[in-house]
């Protein structure tokens, strides 16, 4: 009887012990399979026509896209992070040190060329620096406007020291972002968070490259507000408050949570030397949609051309520097096509007296492409009226 028992068990070992393989293995591949689709589903989503961008299906679109990317991004996080244990892949946390390795192949160095118009010193080339976040593994990266603006050459620097030579493929002065490409393959690209998910207090790690020469730099901070109305250039923009340090050559880098996952992009642009843990940076949600817009049209369906661009001279030190004699909003730099000059003073439009950038800006958000605007402006010290029609901006 004791031997028939000893045989049962044995008998019944190896049979809950096959079940138990069969089963680890079956579950194995179904993960292996899941994951697999929806990492492919994240470069497959069907993006909205230039149409929707300029319907009331924009907001729906913003919403859906930006679900479909938060769930996606998620799962390929699931995917970078596995490690052999078994613990919850979504709900496992980083340190500083693991982060910095993780996501350091993911930013770059980005160094521009200008050419500048000097007054007295006639044209001259200045440089400039600043950071970029990899977004596909083709070579596509995103950063500032602001960084990219006007340069006639864009160098990238790759964590690796290897360098390129970029292209602009659009940018959006709305929203501070541009996206440039570079012919290079089997790069690392960010992995999206959802920075409607961020909460304030939670850890928050910048990589870029301050001051020009320190690229790859890692500082640590957490999310110190969210959804901040800052005004940039005109430019009312919602952003992302932090403690991680940032400075000039910083904009365009990274911002990552605990996970490692994108969550913003840095825009140190509004921050001033005299102000210490106060960064700012664009919410992953609005970086997505704006940068997948530039990847497919070169420029975001929709947003006003305004002709020209222009330069708010609020007190006579600025005004003696630009050698005008009234405070106001000028015409810097106007297109060859535009009815606006370089230099003409804006006084009003459609009677609405001008006083800001902003109110121009405030303005045009009121219009869409192909509507017709009376400008009042100062040229040449006489005042005239010219008719601007509403172009796409490209």
């Known amino acids: 009887m004791k031997k028939r028992t000893v045989v049962l068990v044995v008998l019944l070992t190896i049979v809950l012990s096959g079940a138990a393989g069969f089963g680890g293995t079956y579950l194995a591949n179904t993960f292996t399979d899941l994951t697999s689709a929806t990492y492919s589903d994240q470069f497959s ?3 909205p026509s230039a149409a929707d961008y300029e319907s009331e299906r924009y907001d729906a679109y913003f919403d859906d896209y930006s679900a479909s990317l938060s769930v996606n991004a998620g799962s390929m996080s699931s995917i970078s992070l596995l490690n052999g244990t078994n ?6 946390q980083l340190t500083i040190p693991e982060i910095a390795a993780l996501t350091s192949s993911s930013i770059v160095e980005i160094y521009t060329e200008t050419v500048t118009n000097g007054g007295r010193m006639g044209q001259f080339i200045s440089e400039g620096a600043g950071s970029g976040v990899i977004i596909t593994s ?28 970029a ?7 709305r929203t501070d972002l541009a996206v440039i490409k570079i012919e290079a393959m089997n790069l690392q690209p960010a992995v999206y968070g959802n920075s409607d998910d961020l909460v304030v207090g939670e850890l928050a790690i910048a990589i870029g490259n301050p001051l020009g020469k320190l690229g790859g730099t890692v500082s640590e901070g957490i999310i110190s507000a969210l959804s901040r109305n800052i005004e940039i250039d005109g430019e009312m923009m919602t952003l992302l408050q932090t403690t991680a340090a940032v400075n000039p050559g ?4 990274g911002l990552f949570n605990c996970f490692g996952e994108l969550v913003g992009v840095v825009n140190a642009k509004s921050s001033g030397s005299d102000i210490e843990g106060i960064g700012f940076a664009i919410p992953v949600n609005t970086v997505k949609l704006i940068v997948e817009a530039l990847i497919q049209y070169g420029y975001v369906p929709g947003r006003i051309d305004f002709g020209a661009s222009l330069i708010d001279i609020s007190d006579q030190r600025t ?6 004699q009234t405070i106001g909003v000028y ?9 606006l000059r370089s230099g003409d003073r804006v006084i009003s439009i459609d009677g609405k007296d001008i006083q800001s950038i902003a109110d121009v800006n405030e303005l045009l958000e009121t219009h869409s492409v192909g509507d017709v605007l009376r400008i009042n402006v100062t040229r040449n010290g006489a005042t005239t009226t010219v008719t601007l029609i509403l172009k796409q901006a490209r």
């Open 45 to 47: 989503y069907n993006f």
């Open 87 to 92: 613990d919850s892949l979504l709900s496992q």
């Open 138 to 165: 083709n070579g596509y990266i995103a950063t500032n406007n602001h960084v990219i603006n006007g340069a006639r050459r864009i160098t990238v620097l790759l964590n690796n020291g290897t360098e390129y030579e």
């Open 167 to 173: 292209t602009l493929i659009g940018r959006d002065s």
């Open 250 to 253: 910083n904009s365009g880098g």
């Open 319 to 324: 005004a003696m520097m630009y050698r005008v």
């Open 331 to 339: 015409v810097s730099q106007a297109d060859t096509d535009s009815v």
